[in-house]
């Protein structure tokens, strides 16, 4: 306490060195960004643009092409680490910054829905429409997240959710309105390229003004590292001074958000980089994480022109992901406590239940799943009438036949798809004793499309069934790295998540640059990676039905193994359990199925998290029979999902990924809400 009451914070040798390593890395990438191209620059050319511009072809297109893209690099990253750090301050919380609250995702999508419906306006304040995104969007993600008895963990996951709802939105307006927004998918990515000096020009006034706003109130952000009763006593407003310091930081961001689009991970790192050295007080803190950002991101952009071509933008945001998501996962394993047992309750999620019985409710399910499976046949850009839907099944030249053979493959790929995410599900979470755990919230998912996406890009002419094997290739590298980091730990629920977090920001990063690459947003592989049925033939019917065959087997042959895993990891080896092994087994399982599915209808997420909790609230935590429900559940929800898209809007079909997303957010927060974690990050 004594060291934020005191005097003026000492410059020791270690706040010297930050700052002096900041600035030497500073401008070392600064003169190798100008160098840097399509075509090479040397050094002295770049020296003597800079001492002595003439008009040559080289030193034009230093000062107006690489010279506005170096300094909005500096002027961006700066202003996303000092938003960073200052929101890791106001909520205590070492996880907090631009993108992991969600703020970046909000900024983005109203910026994007802007474009369409007020392109006008947008053009004259692209910042007031970020700001308003970016403003909602942390206020949702603080408040959804517990407020100010958040632990990091509900911040991180509840700023992650706000980001997947509103990138599904903002996936919708990119497949529905493609041409208004096609020139915003690469902005979107996040880059630096700059035509001119505007963007600097716009940006500039911004940011120095708010730092220095920000170093003005610095003492009042060094009052918030105490509790609140103390900072209270000592006559700091606690409740302005966070409001003050989450505007401020959202105006930080909302203002590179409008120039260069969402860019994570800066506000991640750059703080805890410059916190190594011993800093905290904020009036030398906030300039060092300036440096130190601007750094970061411009080294960055450096990488991304190293590995420029003729045919491709790397985009920076996402190798800025690739350099910070490590970082997250560096935090995970070193800050976070090791789980020794006592994870038990983290299945609980404090959701009042009824119990009903097994046998009717299966009989419910079976029922609603095969009546919804048929009736799905009808609905599409032509209805079909119910007095011929059972003639067309059987007939190949009725008058509706054509239709319905075209219908019945996406619409049984939609129910097994949704069955092997339902029941992937189950089998992570009793693996991992985490509620809130399924393929995409640990990264599988993403690995998954990772692995489909670089066939269907880099390598489209091999044949179609590789692209399960790829999907399979992905999830499981994935898989092994969430889940052997977090081995350590016990397989701790949040180390788990957190990294399932940081694999999802690489994979996703990889996923952005082969987009680009291949050009597809707004294409039918884009809309794919978005989760939809669409499309799907026989061929996907074998592919989904392979895998259920083989691995739902397996899993109920290990079920009655699996219910063990409910009690603690000592309880369960004295019944003779292997408990690593079964863990292992029910991982593996769970893996594979989610693999299957992204293979054969793209990214959907929710189906694992949803269908099992929906399903133990009403009959319990029996693992045989939550499987069985929770597979019919995961069929039902995907094949209404598909229903619903192909009809609202036909002929315009809506991916049922999009709508699975907007369904399942609202649950997730819920269950957030409803959860008891304990708080285990230090």
Not at 51 to 64: A, F, P, S, V, Y
Not at 76 to 88: E, F, I, Y
Not at 180 to 198: A, I, K, M, R, Y
Request: positive net charge; aromatic residues 8%; contains cysteine.
């Amino acid at each position: 306490m004594s060291s934020i009451q005191g005097t003026r914070p000492a410059m020791n040798w270690r706040t010297i060195s930050i700052y002096g390593g900041g600035l030497s890395a500073l401008i070392v990438l600064f003169f190798v960004s100008l160098c840097y191209g399509e075509a090479a620059i040397p050094l002295h050319t770049v020296w003597d643009a800079l001492t002595g511009r003439q008009d040559t072809l080289e030193h034009n297109m230093i000062w107006d092409l690489r010279m506005p893209r170096t300094v909005i690099g500096i002027i961006a990253g700066g202003a996303l680490a000092v938003a960073g750090a200052l929101l890791q301050t106001i909520t205590r919380n070492p996880l907090a910054a631009s993108d992991t609250l969600g703020i970046n995702a909000g900024a983005y999508f109203i910026v994007v829905l802007g474009a369409i419906l007020f392109p006008g306006l947008l053009s004259q304040s692209p910042f007031l429409f970020a700001a308003l995104g970016g403003l909602l969007a942390a206020f949702a993600a603080y408040f959804m997240g517990g407020g100010r008895k958040s632990s990091p963990v509900r911040l991180a996951l509840s700023g992650m959710i706000i980001s997947m709802v509103l990138g599904s939105f903002t996936s919708a307006l990119h497949i529905f309105f493609s041409m208004e927004t096609q020139g915003l998918f690469l902005w979107g990515s996040g880059t630096l390229v700059q035509n001119d000096w505007s963007g600097v020009a716009y940006a500039w006034p911004w940011v120095v003004g708010i730092t220095i706003l920000a170093l003005i109130l610095s003492r009042q952000w060094d009052m918030l590292e105490l509790d609140e009763s103390t900072a209270s006593s000592l006559g700091q407003k606690v409740g302005l001074a966070r409001a003050g310091g989450l505007i401020i930081a959202v105006l930080l961001a909302a203002v590179i958000v409008s120039v260069i689009g969402p860019i994570g991970f800066v506000g991640l790192v750059a703080p805890h980089l410059v916190r190594l050295s011993g800093v905290r007080s904020n009036r030398l803190l906030l300039p060092g994480v300036f440096i130190w950002g601007a750094a970061l991101l411009v080294g960055a952009d450096v990488l991304a022109k190293m590995v420029h071509n003729s045919s491709m933008e790397l985009p920076t945001g996402a190798v800025m992901a690739i350099i910070g998501a490590p970082w997250l996962i560096w935090l995970v394993l070193t800050r976070m406590k090791a789980a020794n047992g006592g994870m038990s309750s983290s299945m609980s999620t404090g959701a009042p239940s009824r119990r009903f019985a097994f046998g009717p409710m299966a009989v419910l399910f079976s029922v609603i799943t095969v009546a919804l499976i048929l009736l799905s046949t009808m609905f599409g850009g032509m209805r079909i009438p119910l007095a011929d839907l059972l003639p067309s099944l059987f007939r190949s030249d009725g008058l509706f036949s054509g239709i319905v053979q075209l219908r019945i493959p996406r619409t049984l790929v939609a129910a097994g798809a949704g069955a092997a995410l339902a029941i992937s599900g189950v089998l992570i979470q009793m693996a991992v004793r985490n509620p809130l755990a399924d393929a995409s919230i640990v990264g599988v998912s993403s690995g998954a499309g990772l692995g489909a996406m670089m066939v269907i890009i880099l390598w489209p002419g091999l044949p179609i069934y590789l692209l399960p094997i790829a999907a399979i290739i992905g999830a499981a590298v994935a898989a092994i790295i969430v889940f052997s980091l977090s081995w350590k730990k016990g397989l701790n629920p949040s180390a788990v998540v957190l990294l399932g977090i940081a694999m999802s920001a690489i994979a996703g990063a990889g996923i952005q640059i082969l987009i680009v690459r291949g050009a597809v947003y707004g294409s039918s592989g884009y809309i794919w990676l978005t989760g939809s049925t669409y499309a799907r033939t026989w061929e996907q019917v074998k592919t989904i039905g392979i895998f259920l065959v083989i691995l739902v087997p397996v899993a109920w042959w290990l079920a009655r193994r699996f219910e063990l895993l409910v009690f603690d990891d000592n309880s369960a080896s004295g019944l003779g359990l292997g408990v690593r092994r079964t863990r292992l087994l029910a991982m593996t399982t769970g893996v594979l199925l989610a693999a299957g599915a992204v293979a054969c209808v793209g990214t959907v997420g929710f189906i694992g998290l949803i269908a099992p909790h929906m399903v133990r609230l009403l009959t319990g935590h029996k693992l045989r029979r939550s499987m069985f429900l929770s597979a019919l559940a995961g069929a039902v929800m995907l094949v209404l999902a598909d229903t619903i898209g192909r009809t609202v809007m036909a002929p315009t079909e809506i991916p049922s990924g999009i709508l699975i997303a907007l369904i399942g957010t609202p649950y997730f927060l819920y269950l957030m809400y409803r959860s008891n974690w304990r708080r285990t990050l230090k």
